[in-house]
């Protein structure tokens, strides 16, 4: 691999982080109004609204960037970079399409992608605490407790899809798929799916930035640009997330169409699953903070348990 | 040791040691910078920023793991040190609300014991390595530490003292629960019919044992 063809690949992981999601944000704004009966933006870009997030983009870009006096500065300056770059960073490792359409194909992909994604926790950590706000604080807590007790089902999740491969890189992941994986690991794709929005504390899992109760949690201090890159990497987040389901628990590129067509089938799956995303935003209300940790302990944990059992005995079962 | 084993061969010196390679180089940089977060980290009297140096320390050493090519070893580094201990530590701190800026009682009595237990045990380290190697040289193809070698490793050569430290991990688990039931169980749960009004609940609870509630 030369120089050339690896700038290529991150620049056009550079690209996908940029536009995705904030495809996948104009597409929340104009499916959340039609399912609540509204329009949506209308004017920005003339038809349909098309460049609403452009215009916001401009409105954060030209807001003051504000620093509580109280905040200690540097961390409060350093949390949206640290919760945002290992989105990039998971991006650039996602298999799109056969034969090697990938950023850069890592042979543990999964613990890669995995360990990064963890790290994103600590920006949002360093935010909540480094605002010097009671509600900044709670949020940053709730985000903590939150995290940790999601972070479980999802790495035994995406174990069973491991094990059922026989293999942890991602592209040998989906290589090995065939179509009676989809019943199979369907109780772990949900457990997946399910701890991945947690993770990403979008509703109904969004206790941490409850609006009513704490303002926006860790956020809540932030203005302009700085607030712009929390957004930016939660969209980023729901893109990464359904990818990963995609790539896991769907088959990423294995569709009708030849392989050459691969790719399409890979971002298909994955905006489908964006339009999950924004469709439980909408549907179910929040949970409480007691109800968010039952879930994950005696619901999420016990059925991930379960996969991984029924993976193994069926994983033995074949290859007698 | 068998991870290394299995990457090369440990054949006596060949080469010289004046003539480093890049990836040589940028080992001993990252070192350096590991070392010298380490020694923030625990010389801060910023209690979250010796959190966040720590994250420094941790994540330099993913990249050492890396550069000699075990990558299994730094992606599990970085997903449980980095992504949970970490994250379990600023939590521990946030629920005492840790200061923003200097916390001035930062600084233990203990530390100049605690600087010699760190000397002596960073010197008898160093020296079972250097002497365990002496100038033998370990070529590192890539792959060698790849998950299935680590793997097998571990689970054919290595697979009793794995064995046992899971069930030493799951001692320590059963012992913590165990500890923290007991505690529970020796206050005694106030009745309704008995409370006095201006009288929390908690009130007797928090009188027995002031300290406990304040560590956990």
């Known amino acids: 691999m030369n120089l050339l063809d690896t700038l290529l690949r991150c620049v056009a992981a550079l690209v996908v982080f940029l536009t995705f999601p904030l495809i996948i944000g104009q597409t929340e704004h104009k499916v959340m109004a039609h399912m609540q009966g509204r329009l949506g933006p209308m004017y920005a870009g003339g038809f349909h609204g098309w460049a609403q997030l452009v215009a916001d983009g401009v409105k954060f870009a030209q807001k003051e960037d504000i620093v509580p006096a109280d905040a200690d500065r540097r961390i409060f300056q350093l949390a949206p970079a640290v919760s945002l770059l290992p989105y990039l960073f998971v991006l650039l490792v996602v298999p799109v399409g056969p034969h090697g359409f990938v950023g850069q194909a890592v042979d543990a992909g999964i613990f890669f992608v995995l360990a990064v994604m963890g790290v994103g926790v600590i920006g949002k950590l360093m935010a909540g605490w480094a605002s010097a706000n009671k509600f900044s604080l709670l949020g940053g807590l709730r985000t903590a407790a939150q995290l940790m007790s999601y972070e479980l089902p999802m790495v035994l999740a995406a174990a069973s899809a491991a094990m059922a491969a026989g293999t942890l890189s991602l592209t040998g992941i989906v290589d090995a798929f065939h179509w009676w994986w989809l019943p199979w690991q369907a109780i772990g794709a949900f457990v997946f799916f399910t701890s991945g929005i947690a993770e990403l504390q979008r509703p109904p899992f969004d206790m941490p930035v409850a609006d009513s109760e704490i303002i926006f949690g860790a956020y809540t201090e932030y203005t302009g640009l700085r607030f712009a890159f929390f957004l930016l990497s939660e969209y980023a987040g729901i893109l990464v997330v359904c990818a990963l389901t995609t790539v896991l628990f769907l088959g990423g590129w294995h569709g009708p169409l030849p392989d050459s067509l691969g790719w399409l089938w890979t971002i298909l799956k994955t905006f489908a699953l964006a339009f999950v995303v924004i469709w439980l935003r909408v549907t179910y209300p929040r949970l409480r903070e007691d109800q968010l940790m039952r879930f994950a302990w005696t619901v999420l944990v016990p059925l991930a348990l379960l996969q991984l059992a029924l993976t193994g005995i069926i994983k033995v079962a074949i290859s007698q | ?216």
């Open chain 2, 1 to 216: 040791m068998s991870i290394l084993a299995a990457a090369g061969s440990l054949a006596p010196a060949t080469r010289g040691f004046l003539s480093p390679t890049g990836v040589e180089i940028v080992f001993v940089l990252v070192g350096l910078a590991v070392l010298g977060a380490a020694v923030i980290s625990v010389g801060t009297k910023q209690l979250v920023h010796a959190a966040l140096w720590l994250v420094v320390a941790l994540g330099g050493l993913a990249i050492e793991f890396l550069l000699l090519t075990a990558e299994f070893v730094a992606w599990v580094q970085v997903l449980i040190y980095l992504g949970s201990v970490v994250v379990l530590v600023l939590f521990g701190l946030m629920l005492t609300k840790a200061p923003i800026g200097r916390s001035p009682d930062a600084d233990s009595g203990n530390r100049w014991v605690a600087l010699l237990v760190a000397l002596a045990a960073a010197g008898t380290l160093v020296t079972l390595v250097v002497d365990a190697f002496r100038t033998s040289w370990i070529d590192l193809g890539s792959g060698g530490g790849s998950a299935s070698v680590t793997g097998a490793s571990l689970f054919r050569t290595w697979v009793l003292p794995f064995e046992a430290l899971s069930v030493l991990l799951l001692a320590a688990l059963v012992g913590a629960i165990v500890l923290s039931r007991s505690r529970q169980a020796a206050v005694p749960k106030p009745r309704p019919g008995k409370l006095r009004a201006g009288k929390p609940v908690g009130a007797a609870r928090a009188a027995k044992s002031p300290s406990s509630e304040r560590e956990s």
